[in-house]
């Protein structure tokens, strides 16, 4: 049976945008594990049901169904321990697990402000709809106010990276000489904006952008090689 991993997509099933998505991609990069993307839309939320829940990513392995990035992680460090390590043992483990949580309430909060009506025109119509209701509830005003001024506001995301940046001035990876999970966890909301998004969130001489190039870089370059929209 063909491994599947149910990602996240735009008007375009080519442009898989979903921060968590990208982190189970990149974890079975990292341990050369083959899976076939199956794409999934906002409003496709009964096409989930066999997975009990109805979000983005589901790995589907022979008989195992895996939802949730961590879970993936976790299910693919202890399924294939032959592969390369995602955490390098408990120790790692652990951290990659603090950094996921700083990107899931740091990170990702400070880019989805500046990013959200971005999201919004690469969506198919009726994911469009659901989108605009669901986040314009959830922050009380129209999606154009919401990313409105952020010119001036993404220094202050820039500002709010500094723990990263500090650790990409002593290393070339967040995990230290070579990529691991803890990467992935950051690197998968870059991959979110740059597939739906052409507003720089980096200046050219952070140690965080150069970290981001050389992601982009890994496995035969291929997230620098996935669709993104047009700019």
């Known amino acids: 049976m063909t491994r599947q991993l149910y990602e996240l997509v735009g008007a375009d099933p080519e442009i898989r945008f979903s921060p968590y998505s990208w982190r189970a991609r990149m974890a079975l990069l990292h341990k050369g594990i083959d899976a ?3 794409p999934w839309r906002f409003i496709e939320k009964e096409a989930l049901a066999f997975s009990g829940q109805d979000k983005v990513p589901v790995l589907v392995d022979g008989d195992a169904v ?3 990035s961590w879970e993936i992680a976790r299910y693919l460090e202890r399924t294939y321990p032959q592969a390369p390590s995602l955490f390098g043992g408990p120790q790692g483990e652990a951290m990659a697990r603090f950094i996921s ?6 990170m990702l909060p400070g ?10 025109r690469c969506l198919d119509p009726a994911s469009q709809g659901y989108f ?25 995301f820039r500002k709010a990276l500094r723990p990263m940046r500090m650790v990409l ?58 669709m993104r929209v047009a700019a």
């Open 132 to 156: 605009r209701e669901s986040r314009e509830k959830r922050f009380g005003r129209p999606l154009e106010e919401i990313a409105a001024g952020r010119e001036e506001r993404v220094d202050g």
């Open 169 to 226: 001035n002593d290393y070339q990876y967040l995990a230290g000489a070579s990529p691991a999970y803890a990467d992935y966890a950051a690197f998968g909301g870059f991959m979110w904006a740059r597939s739906i998004s052409h507003f720089e969130l980096l200046e050219p001489d952070d140690p965080i952008h150069g970290w981001r190039e050389r992601m982009l870089d890994l496995y035969g370059g291929y997230a620098r090689n996935s």
């Open 111 to 120: 880019m989805i402000t500046l990013l959200v009506h971005d999201i919004w």
């Open 101 to 106: 949580h700083w990107c899931d309430g740091v």
């Open 66 to 68: 895996v939802s949730d």
């Open 36 to 38: 076939e993307s199956r």
